[in-house]
């Protein structure tokens, strides 16, 4: 489990102090206003939002062709093809027998069924202006339209699915971010401890150097164990910041503006068997759920597949106005119904076999998921609880350890122990106060894995705790 940037050089420093330290700020955030910032600007949650968006118009999309369609047109044409002219003069009812060559008939002329009609065969140009209302009317389509809707649903839902669940790694994200900032703050407290006691031990050394007791190398120990303890005041002091600036980046903090923090926070533990929470994960965890809806969507792709092998029943009613000027445009209409059916068309086949096909694989996507999904319950879960019993263990090494250097400590001010001793004491107590305050942030970590695992992150399921405070003992 990755437990942050700042694992390596907190287990150089210390466990945190009381109270809180601040960075020169005149605004401190709490957790909550750190995760309410990062969900309005965190391009993760702005790219799910717009999947989501696209989903909703997907499923208009397909709502749409359910629904009747009217079509307006308008057209204005001249033409001197004879069939295109005789149409139009019937579809504006100026047709006359004229048209069919009346004026050349001579009933006494034998021939005069051999005339070929001027008027028909050469009519001239001719315009017309058309206006057109059309209604297309749906009626059934193979279940082609009906699966389309059924698929644009199952993905709206995965896209929301894959909201929460971005909201949730968000969540993870900004909890790392936040507690790796009060664990930097508090690895400068016991780096000026340490910084401090290491002050104490040249100033002692000096006297007594002094006095004799000890060798000048004694006291040279001394000093380069303070420029150590320096060192590793500038190391958490450069950690610090660094969180800042990740957190800072994470929430859209200002770059003018100085960031603090507020108080410490821990999620809740759950109280529930490992078997539980894995059959938890498998029913709430936004992925898996998204993934299932995905499934659905490919079982759907099927039915919209199988629409090509049926037939498809569609009605229509247009209304016309045709003219030779907009002003005396004559009327018409037109109903009616069509049945097509594909009969024969080898192209389908792969579609069918495309659509199996996805669903196929949606479903081992899916399968995998929940397998990585159980195994990582598991794995979070046996990691918070040891984390807690590490964090109980390393709070008791702490005051062990304090204790047993107050005693060194007593022993090198009377000349019964070595410099050496000492500064091992020390080092050796400063490490276990920087194992604790990994150990506490270790303990946040997994705290908040295991809920996002199981679909429960959220900022309800994770409390202010109180700072932890060193036992008043030996430097």
Not at 183 to 192: F, L, T
Request: hydrophobic letters at 45%; one cysteine or more; glycine letters at 6%.
């Amino acid at each position: 489990m990755h437990y942050g940037p700042y694992k390596k050089s907190l287990a150089l420093v210390a466990i945190a102090v009381s109270g809180t330290f601040f960075a020169l700020s005149a605004q401190a955030l709490d957790f909550n206003q750190c995760v309410a910032m990062a969900l309005k600007q965190n391009p993760q949650m702005m790219a799910a939002k717009a999947e989501q968006a696209e989903a909703k118009g997907a499923v208009s999309q397909a709502r749409g062709h359910l629904l009747p369609k009217l079509n307006a047109s308008f057209s204005a044409s001249q033409s001197n093809n004879a069939l295109t002219v005789f149409g139009m003069k019937l579809s504006q009812r100026q047709a006359t027998f004229n048209d069919f060559g009346a004026n050349q008939f001579n009933p006494s002329n034998p021939n005069s069924l051999n005339v070929a009609p001027a008027g028909l065969n050469l009519p001239g140009s001719y315009h017309n202006y058309g206006t057109k209302l059309q209604l297309e009317i749906p009626i059934w389509n193979g279940g082609e339209i009906w699966g389309r809707l059924s698929q644009a649903h199952a993905m709206l839902e995965a896209a929301q699915s894959g909201n929460v669940m971005a909201r949730q790694k968000l969540t993870f994200a900004v909890l790392q971010a936040y507690d790796s900032v009060i664990a930097a703050e508090s690895a400068i407290q016991v780096a000026h401890k340490a910084q401090k006691a290491a002050e104490s031990y040249v100033k002692t050394s000096k006297l007594l150097l002094d006095k004799g007791v000890l060798v000048k190398s004694d006291w040279l120990a001394a000093e380069v164990n303070l420029e150590k303890a320096q060192l590793a005041v500038q190391t958490a002091e450069n950690d610090h910041a660094n969180a800042l600036e990740n957190l800072s980046i994470l929430i859209g903090w200002p770059e003018e503006k100085t960031l603090s923090v507020g108080k410490p926070v821990q999620p809740a533990l759950p109280d529930h068997s490992l078997l539980d929470l894995q059959r938890q994960a498998m029913t709430e965890n936004a992925g898996i759920v998204a993934l299932r809806h995905k499934l659905k969507a490919a079982q759907d792709g099927i039915q919209v597949a199988r629409a090509a092998y049926l037939p498809h029943v569609n009605a229509m009613a247009n209304q016309e106005w045709n003219g030779t000027s907009l002003g005396n445009a004559a009327p018409s209409y037109t109903v009616g119904g069509e049945v097509t059916w594909n009969v024969l068309d080898f192209s389908r086949g792969g579609g069918m076999d495309r659509a199996q096909a996805e669903r196929e694989q949606a479903m081992a996507v899916l399968q995998e998921a929940q397998d990585k999904l159980r195994l990582q319950v598991a794995e979070v879960w046996r990691g918070a609880r040891e984390a807690a019993l590490r964090v109980k263990m390393r709070r008791l090494a702490v005051q062990q350890m304090e204790e047993s250097q107050r005693l060194v400590r007593l022993r090198y001010e009377n000349g019964v122990e070595t410099i050496t001793g000492l500064l091992h004491g020390q080092a050796e107590l400063d490490q276990s106060r920087a194992e604790l305050v990994s150990a506490d942030y270790a303990e946040a970590v997994q705290r908040a894995a295991l809920l996002l695992a199981i679909g429960k992150l959220n900022p309800q399921e994770i409390v202010d705790v109180a700072p932890v405070s060193v036992v008043e003992g030996a430097s």
